[in-house]
């Protein structure tokens, strides 16, 4: 019997996809907090406002581990074939559990009125 989960032309593997125009629009983020237990990861993906103490969630994503690791790798091929068109994306954080982020601010001039 043939295998045809590798072949996604097979007609019993394709998965007809919607987008609704809502979920076009996309949700911008400029911050990510990734959590996790022994069966999920949790995304909570966060807008921080300059000038503004509290964010708020604004999309929460929860995945098994195993979708985890194919997002990283994911991620990590989109971001070389980025790079290889578009040059280094610099990332302006660290490795170690520290953080570079600007939460005071993001760099400018604090607007008053």
């Not at 949700?27 to 959590?35: D, E, M, P, V």
């Not at 999309?59 to 990283?72: C, D, Y």
């Amino acid at each position: 019997m043939a295998d045809n989960t590798k072949n996604p032309e097979k007609k019993g593997n394709q998965i007809n996809i919607e987008l609704n125009e809502e979920v076009a629009d996309g949700i911008y983020s400029n911050l990510a907090i990734i959590t996790h237990s022994n069966a999920e990861f949790v995304l909570d993906f966060v807008r921080v406002m300059p000038g503004m103490p509290k964010a708020r969630v604004k999309s929460r994503i929860v995945l098994t581990p195993q979708h985890a690791k194919r997002l990283l790798r994911a991620l990590a091929d989109n971001i070389e074939k980025y790079e290889s068109v578009h040059g280094t994306v610099a990332d302006g954080g660290s490795h170690d559990g520290g953080t570079s982020f600007p939460m005071g601010g993001f760099g400018g001039p604090t607007a008053q009125a």
